[in-house]
C-alpha cells in the first residue's frame, strides 16, 4: 500500500490507493473522512480489529503525507506556470511598445519622404512604400510572435535602413558576415531593431558620409553569439551607452533563452560601438 502511494499522482489516486489496500487487508470496505487537509481518519462508529489498529493508522498516516506532498507539488507547479506566463506576458507587452514606438517615430518622418518622392521620382516613392509598409508588417506581427529567424530579422533591418535613408544624410550600409546556416536560427523579435536605431541616434555624426553596420553571428558548444556594431563617432547625437533600449532586449533576450544568456556593449578600439548578445541554444530554441 505504502508503495502504491508512492505511485499517486494525484489526491483520487491516493484515495484509491488506499481504500483498495484496507479492502484487501480487512476482507471489507472501511469507511473514511477525507478532509482537505491532514490524514484521512476512520468514519465515525468505524472498528478494527485490534490487530490491525496500527497498520491501519500508519497506513492513514503515510497517505496523508503523500497528500500534503501532492499539494505542494502542484504549488509549485501552479507558481511556475503563473512565472512563466507572466514572462510571456511581460515580453509581449515590450515588444508591444516597441513596435508601437518604432511606427510613429518613422512613420512622420517615412510620410514627409513619401511625399517628396511621389513628386519628383514616382519609381522610387513606389519602393519605399513596398519597403515602409514591410518593415510595419514585420513590427505588428512582432508583437504576436515568441520567435522569430535571423533571416527575417536582417530583411526588416533591410527595409528599416532603406527607410532610414530617406532621413539621414550619407550612405547607410548593412553586412551580414556570418555562416548562411544561421540564418534560420531562433531569435527574439525585433532584436536588431533597436541595435539599429542605437547606431543611427549616437553614431551618425551631423555630416558624416555615412554609417556602415555589420552583424556577426556563430554557433559554438551550443551557444549563439550574435555581434552588431557600427564604424559610428563619438560626435553623435547624445552619449553612448546602455540607454532603455538595450537593457530591455537583454532582458527580453534572457526571458527568450534562461538566465545565462548575456550581453555586452561599448566602444571599439578602431572606433564605432559593438553589442555582443549570447545564449546557449536549447533543443526548442534551434528549432
Excluded at 507572466?86 to 514606438?101: G, I, M, S, Y
Excluded at 519628383?120 to 519602393?127: E, F, L, N, W
Excluded at 553596420?213 to 553612448?240: I, K, P, S, Y
Aim: net charge negative; charged share 25%; aromatic share 6%.
Amino acid at each position: 500500500a505504502g508503495h502504491e502511494l508512492l505511485q499517486a499522482l494525484d489526491r483520487d489516486d491516493a484515495r484509491a490507493s488506499v481504500e483498495a489496500a484496507l479492502t484487501r487487508g480487512l476482507g471489507r470496505a472501511v469507511a473514511l473522512e477525507w478532509s482537505q487537509a491532514g490524514p484521512p481518519r476512520l468514519a465515525a462508529g468505524e472498528e478494527l480489529p485490534e490487530h490491525a489498529v496500527g497498520a491501519v493508522d500508519n497506513l492513514l498516516m503515510q497517505a496523508g503525507m503523500r497528500l500534503e506532498n501532492l499539494a505542494l507539488t502542484e504549488q509549485r507547479a501552479t507558481a511556475e506556470r503563473r512565472a512563466v506566463e507572466l514572462r510571456e506576458a511581460a515580453t509581449r507587452a515590450e515588444l508591444r511598445a516597441l513596435h508601437a514606438q518604432v511606427q510613429p517615430h518613422f512613420l512622420f518622418n517615412a510620410l514627409n519622404a513619401l511625399s517628396y518622392l511621389t513628386e519628383t521620382d514616382p519609381r522610387a516613392a513606389q519602393r519605399f512604400t513596398e519597403r515602409l509598409a514591410d518593415m510595419l508588417r514585420y513590427t505588428v506581427e512582432a508583437g504576436s510572435r515568441s520567435t522569430a529567424l535571423l533571416a527575417d530579422e536582417i530583411a526588416f533591418v533591410e527595409d528599416y535602413l532603406g527607410v532610414a535613408r530617406e532621413r539621414y544624410e550619407g550612405d547607410l550600409g548593412f553586412t551580414y558576415r556570418g555562416p548562411r546556416e544561421l540564418l534560420s536560427a531562433t531569435v527574439p523579435p525585433l532584436l536588431l531593431q533597436p541595435l539599429v536605431e542605437n547606431s543611427l541616434k549616437h553614431g551618425l555624426a551631423p555630416g558624416a558620409k555615412g554609417l556602415c553596420l555589420t552583424l556577426d553571428a556563430e554557433r559554438a558548444d551550443g551557444w549563439l553569439t550574435v555581434t552588431f556594431q557600427d564604424d559610428g563617432t563619438a560626435g553623435g547625437n547624445g552619449a553612448r551607452g546602455l540607454g532603455v533600449g538595450l537593457e530591455n532586449l537583454e532582458q527580453r533576450v534572457q526571458r527568450f533563452a534562461g538566465e545565462e544568456a548575456s550581453m555586452k556593449a561599448g566602444p571599439r578600439e578602431s572606433g564605432g560601438y559593438a553589442v555582443m548578445l549570447r545564449w546557449r541554444e536549447s533543443a526548442e530554441v534551434r528549432r
